[in-house]
């Protein structure tokens, strides 16, 4: 049987629509550091191990999502928090809420460098607007919320980055942002996923109720060379 490709998302993603942001040595690949830190492979021999660590340098660690081979000699493989894998068959009821602003500027960009780093650390990075459109939603000079597009694959659009300031939430901004992304997948021929750590269960709540339903538990694993 054919693999699904949501159960391998970042190869999919590098070797199809995101093709033009890959670093790749055989059956390996990965983002820019400076973009997100995914890396892949195509499938978990020991071979495609070796071809992904000399892609990565000795002090940065990365993701593995779905698909991961057995750590090389002098790297450790571990093992994070249980994320659930969510997807949006259908474009829901619309919610009002605030228009939102692209966010595209220099300074658009270090507001949402710190709103990440405030509540979703460790996964934007300052090129992560490459990977896609990201949009905003402001309250004066301050950003209140936002989201955005990520992994991009045949047929699948992951929505990221929902992050909303702690003096905004239950405003339906989320919610908001949420409904226009997946209108924007829809209308350019991809479906919504997500990926939400299991234990966050406000944010599967807010997920569920914008449509999305639960496709499976998928490991997520952190990859780093040993401390000489």
């Given at each position: 049987?054919?693999?699904?490709?949501?159960?391998?998302?970042v190869?999919?993603?590098?070797?199809?629509?995101?093709?033009?942001?890959?670093?790749?040595?055989?059956?390996a690949?990965?983002?820019?550091?400076?973009?997100?830190?995914?890396?892949?492979?195509?499938?978990?021999?020991?071979?495609?191990?070796?071809?992904?660590?000399?892609l990565?340098?000795?002090?940065?660690?990365?993701?593995?999502?779905?698909?991961?081979?057995?750590?090389?000699?002098?790297?450790?493989?571990?093992?994070?928090?249980?994320?659930?894998?969510?997807?949006?068959?259908?474009?829901?009821?619309?919610?009002?809420?605030?228009?939102?602003?692209?966010?595209?500027?220099?300074?658009?960009?270090?507001?949402?460098?710190?709103?990440?780093?405030?509540?979703?650390?460790?996964?934007?990075?300052?090129?992560?607007?490459e990977?896609?459109?990201?949009?905003?939603?402001?309250?004066?000079?301050?950003l209140?919320?936002?989201?955005?597009?990520?992994?991009?694959?045949?047929?699948?659009?992951?929505?990221?980055?929902?992050?909303?300031?702690?003096?905004y939430?239950?405003?339906?901004?989320?919610?908001r942002?949420?409904?226009?992304?997946?209108?924007?997948?829809?209308?350019?021929?991809?479906?919504?996923?997500?990926?939400?750590f299991?234990?966050?269960?406000?944010?599967?709540?807010?997920?569920?109720?914008m449509?999305?339903?639960?496709?499976?538990?998928?490991?997520l694993?952190?990859?780093?060379?040993?401390?000489?």
């Open positions: 049987m054919t693999e699904h490709c949501l159960e391998n998302p190869w999919h993603a590098l070797a199809t629509q995101h093709a033009g942001l890959a670093i790749t040595a055989g059956g690949a990965r983002y820019p550091a400076t973009v997100a830190p995914f890396a892949a492979v195509r499938e978990s021999p020991g071979r495609a191990a070796m071809q992904l660590a000399s990565i340098g000795d002090d940065e660690p990365v993701y593995l999502v779905g698909c991961a081979p057995p750590a090389p000699a002098g790297w450790s493989l571990e093992p994070q928090k249980a994320v659930t894998q969510m997807v949006c068959p259908v474009l829901p009821t619309e919610p009002p809420g605030p228009e939102p602003v692209t966010m595209e500027s220099e300074s658009q960009r270090a507001d949402m460098l710190e709103l990440t780093a405030l509540v979703f650390p460790g996964f934007f990075r300052p090129r992560t607007l990977m896609g459109i990201y949009l905003g939603i402001y309250d004066g000079a301050r209140a919320a936002m989201a955005g597009e990520r992994m991009r694959l045949d047929g699948y659009q992951e929505v990221s980055a929902v992050c909303t300031h702690p003096d939430t239950g405003r339906g901004l989320a919610q942002l949420l409904w226009l992304l997946a209108r924007r997948a829809f209308e350019r021929g991809f479906t919504p996923f997500l990926h939400v299991s234990d966050n269960s406000r944010a599967i709540g807010v997920y569920r109720l449509g999305y339903l639960v496709r499976r538990e998928i490991p694993w952190t990859l780093r060379k040993h401390a000489n």
